[in-house]
């Protein structure tokens, strides 16, 4: 009797334990869009990791090892070094997405550095375990191939934005895509580190802060950028945050992080 109440509590914990592990993973949306038998052959390989502000994934010209799933409110930027010293970013990446080599197999070198822009908690698994899950449950190299779609379309639009768009738009789309991705309205970066990310001075970058925060869409302290109005911040910006959400709708429907204003 005594053996079996301890066996019982025991499978009650290991229940437990499970679904608190779901609960963690399923805050990416990837994870949570996975069908089950698909989780259920990448969950028994995720580690839970986290992460700092500034550490580096991975660099360009790296073998790719693992595809890292981030959490709620973390996010990465994929980054391409110049040979001047300056650094673009290319993408940015968070709760809605996937992060390392998921569709190709075999050697995969990264072409950007994943940097952590906000710290944080992953889901990492290993390449050599994804691409044994993907072999078992085919949907998931479709779900794979449908993010990447909407990855290489960010990057795209994100070219575009940057040859037409004045600062102030390009600001105010990419703090947009940051409060999604974060799932709060306090931003913790910095108008040194943004204006670095823009390729501006930052006197330059607080000029436009400043008229942001007149019209109320914002307010910033000591590294900290609040989202006071949203529908002021959607009015600011120009189309390619629209633009790069409705594909990710179209391809993944119910990905993209958005939140209401």
Same mark, same amino acid.
């Given at each position: ?110 072409? !950007? #550095?994943? *940097? ?5 908690? @992953?889901?990492?698994?290993? =390449? +050599?375990?994804?691409?044994? $899950? ?37 600001? !105010? #789309?990419? *703090? ?5 991705? @974060?799932?709060?309205?306090? =931003? +913790?970066?910095?108008?040194? $580190? ?68």
């Amino acid at each position: 009797m005594k053996r079996n109440l301890v066996r019982s509590r025991r499978r009650a914990a290991d229940t437990m334990g499970r679904r608190a592990r779901h609960r963690v993973w399923t805050t990416n949306q990837i994870l949570r869009l996975l069908p089950t038998a698909g989780l259920d052959a990448i969950i028994p390989w995720l580690d839970q990791v986290e992460l700092s502000q500034g550490e580096s994934l991975f660099e360009a010209g790296d073998d790719l090892t693992h595809a890292y799933f981030p959490l709620s409110g973390m996010v990465v930027g994929l980054i391409l070094p110049m040979s001047d010293g300056r650094a673009l970013e290319a993408a940015t990446i968070g709760r809605e997405g996937v992060v390392g080599g998921i569709v190709s197999i075999g050697h995969k070198p990264a072409f !950007a #550095r994943g *940097l952590v822009q906000l710290p944080g908690q @992953v889901a990492r698994i290993s =390449l +050599p375990r994804l691409e044994a $899950a993907r072999r078992t449950v085919p949907k998931l190299h479709d779900i794979f191939a449908r993010y990447t779609d909407c990855l290489v379309a960010q990057v795209l639009q994100s070219v575009g934005c940057a040859s037409v768009h004045p600062l102030e738009a390009r600001y !105010a #789309r990419w *703090l947009l895509t940051m409060h999604d991705r @974060v799932g709060h309205p306090e =931003l +913790p970066l910095t108008q040194e $580190a943004l204006a670095e990310k823009f390729g501006v001075a930052r006197t330059y970058l607080t000029r436009i802060a400043g008229a942001l925060h007149r019209r109320g869409a914002i307010s910033y302290n000591r590294g900290l950028i609040h989202i006071d109005n949203r529908v002021v911040l959607e009015e600011s910006a120009c189309e390619c945050y629209n633009v790069a959400r409705g594909h990710f709708e179209r391809m993944l429907p119910g990905v993209y992080p958005t939140m209401e204003p």
